[in-house]
Structure formats: C-alpha cells, structure tokens
C-alpha cells in the first residue's frame, strides 16, 4: 500500500540558506499534519492543513511556512536557517479533517533530515 | 525496512480500570529504541515512555508500564487506573537506523 512520501530524506543547508520539504499524502488523505523533532526530543507539532486550508498551527517559527496544494502535497518552507533548525521533519496525513473524534489514522511519512551547518 | 504495527486502531476503557495496548515491530537492528507517544486534540506528542532494547527491565512510568519482549518483536503499553485524561491517539514508535511510527491506537476512557 502507498505510504506517505517525504522529499528529500536527507539535506544539507548552511546558515540563512532556506530550504524546502515536500510531503505527498496516502492517495484520499486530505489532512496533513508538519512535526519537528530535534535530538533527543520529542516531535513538536508545527502546522496542518485540511482541505488545502491552514487547521491548526503549533509551534512553527515565523521564519517558516507551508501550504498545501490542490493535489493535497504540501510544501514546508524554511527560510533565515539557524544551527537550530537541524532536526528530523516528519510529515503526516490522515483523512477527514483535524477533529478527533472523526480522524482517521495518521500515516507518518520517514521524515526528512535536515541539517544546518 | 522497520516496520511498527498497532493492531487495535480504537479501544475503550472504563475510567479507572486497566488496558493493554498492542505494538509490535520488524527490524534486523539489534540495538534500537522503542517508545509510546500520546497525542490529545492539541496534536502535540507527548512522551508516554522509552525502552532500550538492551535493557531487559521493562520500563515503568507511574500507572503506565510495558512488556517488551524482544525475541517477539513485541512491545505493548499497560495503563492502570485509567483516567479521563488518558484519552489520546497512542502512538508507538521505533528508533534504530530510522525513525518509525505505527498508525495510532485511539483510545477513549468512559466514565
């Protein structure tokens, strides 16, 4: 079965450079979730779109982004990178929205890695 | 690759009983992570938590413990005395050369 796909797996930026990660959902999954997990930490939620439509912000700097599109991928940009932004960036989608009661099970992608140097 | 499966996608409990939830995994790795996250509708992960697969202990947090078994691969979550507040998304997850996570467990206590 498809799974989530996340693009790349690996990148390498230098300081101030901006980036950009790709998430292509499970084929009907119109929810798409963004989480950062830094070393040894766990994955801090960052944004979802329902519906090509922001549904929930968490703690997602101002220096990045995101959208998603209207074949439902959506696009993390980060921007002004700092050494800080090295983390493990997971994607993950569902289908039918952000409430919980009526989500259906989140898919997680294998996350991107990227690295800040 | 490592797969994590969670064979339950919902389960209920009554407020302060006892329930297991079921984990379990595929990898060649012989040094590895395993961890339970809950995920409440805020969407945050929070960590539940962590064994070492070469500790054979399993680990214990206050009313939540689990059974690790290694040679079956198997790594399942127990929470006593449930609480309202456990009610959560329950993730299980796998750390070696990658960074897995299972589809979730939803779990609902009732009153």
């Known amino acids: 079965a498809a799974g989530v796909i996340q693009s790349p797996r690996h990148l390498i930026k230098e300081k101030r450079e901006t980036a950009t990660l790709k998430c292509y959902p499970i084929?009907?999954?119109?929810?798409v979730y963004w989480y950062q997990q830094g070393p040894g930490q766990d994955p801090q939620f960052l944004i979802s779109?329902?519906?090509?439509?922001?549904?929930d912000k968490g703690s997602i700097p101002d220096r990045f982004s995101a959208q998603q599109f209207s074949d439902y991928h959506s696009e993390l940009n980060m921007s002004s990178l700092e050494l800080g932004d090295s983390a493990l960036y997971f994607c993950?989608?569902?289908?039918?929205?952000?409430?919980?009661?009526?989500?259906?099970?989140?898919?997680f992608g294998n996350g991107t890695r990227l690295t800040v140097t | 690759a490592q797969t994590v499966t969670q064979s339950q996608p919902e389960m209920s409990v009554q407020e302060a009983e006892t329930v297991t939830l079921s984990c379990t995994y595929d990898?060649?790795?012989?040094?590895?992570?395993l961890f339970w996250y809950k995920q409440p509708p805020s969407r945050q992960m929070i960590l539940v938590i962590r064994?070492?697969?070469?500790?054979?202990q399993n680990a214990t947090e206050n009313r939540f413990s689990v059974n690790f078994q290694k040679a079956a691969k198997s790594f399942s979550l127990k929470i006593s005395d449930s609480q309202l507040g456990d009610t959560a998304m329950y993730f299980c997850?796998?750390?070696?050369?990658?960074?897995?996570f299972g589809p979730g467990t939803r779990l609902s206590v009732l009153p």
């Open positions: 779109f329902y519906e090509k439509m922001q549904s």
């Open positions: 990898t060649s790795e012989n040094n590895y992570y």
């Open positions: 084929p009907r999954h119109d929810t």
């Open positions: 993950a989608s569902s289908r039918g929205g952000v409430d919980f009661s009526y989500n259906s099970p989140l898919h």
């Open positions: 997850a796998f750390h070696g050369q990658n960074f897995v």
């Open positions: 064994q070492e697969a070469y500790k054979q």
